[in-house]
């Protein structure tokens, strides 16, 4: 079983901030997708990572894939309240098959 | 695009009745995916379809859940009995990648049907 830990689970900072989620595992993956998923909605594909040390920006968010193809980052830069949600990394496997890690809590106040 | 459907939205039963799910995905996708979110044990794939046949049911927790597509604009996921431990949000998804080649396209989620299990 493929296993995708993220930290921190829960995190609470000001307007303005920056933060950084972390999403590793053990294991290999083909492919690596970013979710946001905001109270009482599915989770919505922020970014889809596929070679090993491949970086890339959206606006404020910047998504990294490790080397190894194992791990990813997600760094915000200057939060605002509408990046308030759950962030979820899902690691995809050859066969296409999506495992979940347990998702980040994050909370971004005025 | 109306984007995923899933229906209902909210549902309360009782323990030991039966409970169907409902989801049309989104027309032209040929991989439809089932999962499950609670607050222990996070998103959870129970099951997924390509061209309307079940190609992995490993995350299916027991006999008590059974899905279907009988054809490629509807499935159904089934619990019975429902037990109090089924309470949870289940999440449609549909997609169009194949699988065996780098994974790019997106799954769209739908909405989620919110069960509690009384």
């Known amino acids: 079983t493929q296993l995708l830990e993220q930290s921190p689970q829960f995190l609470s900072i000001q307007e303005g901030e920056n933060l950084t989620v972390y999403c590793n595992s053990s294991?290999?993956?083909?492919?690596l997708q970013w979710y946001r998923q905001e109270p009482g909605e599915g989770p919505v594909l922020l970014v889809t990572v596929v070679t090993g040390g491949e970086v890339k920006k959206l606006k404020r968010l910047t998504f990294q894939f490790g080397d190894a193809r194992k791990d990813s980052s997600l760094h915000i830069t200057a939060a605002q309240p509408g990046d308030t949600g759950l962030y979820l990394c899902?690691?995809?496997?050859?066969?296409?098959?999506?495992?979940f890690g347990d998702g980040t809590t994050l909370t971004v106040k005025p | 695009d109306a984007g995923v459907i899933q229906s209902p939205r909210h549902e309360v039963t009782e323990m030991g009745q039966e409970v169907t799910l409902r989801c049309k995905p989104i027309s032209g996708h040929d991989y439809l995916f089932w999962y499950r979110q609670t607050m222990m044990r996070g998103l959870e794939l129970l099951i997924y379809f390509n061209n309307n046949v079940p190609i992995d049911d490993s995350g299916m927790p027991e006999d008590r859940f059974s899905a279907k597509m009988p054809n490629a604009s509807f499935s159904t996921l089934k619990i019975q009995p429902s037990e109090p431990r089924d309470s949870a949000v289940y999440f449609c998804a549909s997609t169009t990648y194949q699988p065996g080649l780098a994974a790019t396209d997106t799954q769209y989620f739908g909405p989620g049907t919110r069960l509690t299990v009384l």
């Open positions: 899902a690691g995809i496997s050859d066969a296409g098959k999506s495992t």
């Open positions: 294991s290999v993956f083909s492919s």
